[in-house]
Nanobody, 121 residues
């Protein structure tokens, strides 16, 4: 079994930065990704990466501002978020897939409980 625990959310002013962490335990998965869900909206893909680092994907809305990375020794995946905008406010979820090659929500096998990011204008 795989457990994912997010941390690092909080309140930040527009233009500021936050770094989210996702501590993973259990077996290593092939794909790790970040999703987010704002109030009244559907969950959406933000960023994803193969554990090997060979493939990385970003949503158009965050490309150039967010960076996904990992620390293999710590079994931790990070999401560095820069130049935050009010529309980035959401609950951010870490997710992982044990065998898929896709970054879609349906392809994820494991989910964390989420961490709240609030961006003030």
């Amino acid at each position: 079994q795989v457990q994912l625990v997010e941390s690092g959310g909080g309140l930040v002013q527009a233009g500021g930065s936050l770094r989210l962490s996702c501590a993973a335990s259990g077996r290593t998965c092939s794909i790790y990704a970040w999703f987010r869900q704002a109030p009244g909206k559907e969950r959406e893909f933000v960023a994803g990466s193969r554990w090997s680092g060979s493939i990385t994907r970003y949503a158009d809305s965050v490309n150039g501002r967010f960076t996904i990375s990992r620390d293999n020794a710590k079994n931790t995946v990070y999401l560095q978020m820069n130049s935050l905008k009010p529309e980035d406010a959401a609950v951010y979820y870490c997710a992982a897939s044990s065998g898929s090659s896709y970054f879609s929500s349906d392809a994820m096998d494991y989910w964390g409980k989420g961490t709240l990011v609030t961006v003030s204008s």
